[in-house]
T-cell receptor, first 116, second 117 residues
Framework: EPEVTQTPSHQVTQMGQEVILRCVPI?????FYWYRQILGQKVEFLVS????????KSEIFDDQFSVERPDGSNFTLKIRSTKLEDSAMYFC??????????????FGPGTRLTVT | AQTVTQSQPEMSVQEAETVTLSCTYD???????LFWYKQPPSRQMILVIR??????QNATENRFSVNFQKAAKSFSLKISDSQLGDAAMYFC??????????????FGTGTLLAVQP
């Protein structure tokens, strides 16, 4: 069964460093998402991406964040200058749309980002 | 803006027994989807069940079923014949059907389910 993959599974970085989190969505999916979950808290929407552009972003997704789909398969989240409060689990998700019907977002296993 | 509320931070159930997890939501939309996601200790998000708001019939998936009360904006999850592998955090989530290219998921705060042998 196709699945969303994410690398790395765990990333440790120092405050102020740039990190890139990578995701490979399911191949025929058209909509892509990043969510964040701070330990012990709920999952929060960061950004959605469709047709090579951001379709919506949350208040969390400030100028330090960017997303890209560089090669038609990977979907990346970049944090330019990490802060301690960026420590969280980051989930990538993708969704298919066919004939106007689509429901599920399929989630990747997540990348645990630790900022020290 | 839509909100999702899970009022039970923790629940416990005996193996083979039935447990119901509560979820309420607030929206002014008439067309939307509701989901329950399971998050085991591995923290992978796994879809358990979904419900389309336009459907009156409650969704079922094997031992998992929902009680969808649209007027009350309530969407509870019933787990029958609970198994040790059901122990996890369960998140209720809402998605608009009208969002076009976005259709982000809005999550509740989760209910941590423990299954006692």
């Amino acid at each position: 069964e196709p699945e969303v993959t994410q690398t790395p599974s765990h990333q440790v970085t120092q405050m102020g460093q740039e990190v890139i989190l990578r995701c490979v969505p399911i191949s025929n999916h058209l909509y892509f998402y990043w969510y964040r979950q701070i330990l012990g808290q709920k999952v929060e929407f960061l950004v959605s991406f469709y047709n090579n552009e951001i379709s919506e972003k949350s208040e969390i997704f400030d100028d330090q964040f960017s997303v890209e789909r560089p090669d038609g398969s990977n979907f990346t989240l970049k944090i330019r200058s990490t802060k301690l409060e960026d420590s969280a689990m980051y989930f990538c998700a993708s969704r298919q749309s066919r004939d106007g019907l689509s429901y599920e977002q399929y989630f990747g296993p997540g990348t645990r980002l630790t900022v020290t | 803006a839509q909100t999702v509320t899970q009022s039970q931070p923790e629940m416990s159930v005996q193996e083979a027994e039935t447990v119901t997890l509560s979820c309420t939501y607030d929206t002014s939309e008439s067309d939307y989807y509701l989901f329950w996601y399971k998050q085991p200790p591995s923290r992978q998000m796994i879809l358990v069940i979904r419900q389309e708001a336009y459907k009156q019939q409650n969704a079922t998936e094997n031992r998992f079923s929902v009680n969808f009360q649209k007027a009350a904006k309530s969407f509870s999850l019933k787990i029958s014949d609970s198994q040790l592998g059901d122990a996890a955090m369960y998140f209720c989530a809402y998605r608009s059907a009208n969002g076009g290219a976005t259709n982000k998921l809005i999550f509740g705060t989760g209910t941590l389910l423990a299954v006692q042998p």
